[in-house]
C-alpha cells in the first residue's frame, strides 16, 4: 500500500499512453493538415467547393499518416498529460 505510485503494469503494455500519445498526434496532425490544405486551397483554386476539397484532403492525409505510424509502432514522442513531472 505504501508503494502505490509504482505501476504495475510494464511500460510496453501500458495501454493508456499509447492512446493518450496516438490520440494526439492523430488530432495534431488533422489540425496542422487541414491549415496547410485550406492555405494551399486559397492560394490555388477559386471555387469554393475545390478549397474545401484540398482542406479535406489534408484531413484525410494528416489522419493516414498518423494511423499509420500508430499502427506501425508507437508514437516516438511521450507527452507529458498529467502535468506531473517525469524522473
Known amino acids: 500500500m505504501a508503494d502505490e505510485s509504482k505501476s504495475v503494469i510494464p511500460a510496453n503494455y501500458d495501454l493508456n499512453e499509447k492512446w493518450d500519445a496516438c490520440l494526439e498526434l492523430g488530432l495534431r496532425r488533422f489540425v496542422y ?10 492560394l490555388i483554386f477559386r471555387s469554393p467547393a475545390t478549397r474545401w476539397a484540398s482542406v479535406a484532403f489534408g484531413a ?5 499518416s ?8 508507437p508514437p516516438k514522442f511521450t507527452s507529458n498529460i498529467s502535468g506531473t513531472p517525469s524522473s
Request: glycine residues 26%; contains cysteine.
Open 66 to 73: 498518423a494511423y499509420s505510424e500508430c499502427y506501425r509502432s
Open 33 to 42: 493538415s487541414s491549415l496547410a490544405g485550406a492555405g494551399a486551397g486559397f
Open 60 to 64: 484525410g492525409l494528416g489522419i493516414g
